[in-house]
């Protein structure tokens, strides 16, 4: 697998102190130092740092989380979470890597074998639009 372009250099950057209400759909790689109201999606890789805070959904190939999360990832690669990191919300990924003093509350499917984690993707995201369906009533 050749690297791209993307893969390394940074397209997109939200500096310390920085603030964004609202969703970003961006390509290429990204990374958050400042705090995001919002959903955050990529088609690269995201690199969330130690003093970022977002309160949303996060979607891209991989991610990385130094900071704080509020919401679920969605990242088919990976999903790393850094020592003093904190989520709160589900995690889907092929490979899922907690450090120690990192804290997790939420649900996790993460499964290598392809077949398996496309068919329990499905259902996760089958299981979310019944329950979102079901508050809207």
């Given amino acids: 697998m050749a690297l791209k372009l993307d893969d390394i250099s940074i397209n997109t950057l939200l500096g310390n102190g920085s603030f964004i209400s609202g969703d970003i759909k961006v390509n290429g790689f990204v990374r958050v130092d400042g705090d995001i109201d919002g959903n955050l999606e990529t088609d690269g890789n995201i690199i969330i740092g130690e003093n970022a805070k977002i309160r949303g959904n996060i979607v891209g190939k991989s991610v990385i989380?130094?900071?704080?999360?509020?919401?679920?990832?969605f990242a088919?690669?990976?999903?790393?979470?850094?020592?003093n990191s904190a989520v709160m919300g589900d995690i889907v990924s092929h490979k899922v890597q907690i450090e120690d003093t990192a804290k997790f509350h939420g649900h996790l499917i993460s499964i290598k074998e392809e077949e398996k984690y496309q068919?329990?993707?499905?259902?996760?995201?089958?299981?979310k639009a019944i329950q979102e369906r079901v508050t809207l009533s």
């Fill in 76 to 83: 088919d690669e990976s999903v790393k979470l850094m020592v």
């Fill in 65 to 73: 989380v130094g900071g704080i999360v509020l919401g679920n990832i």
């Fill in 119 to 127: 068919s329990e993707k499905d259902k996760y995201f089958q299981s």
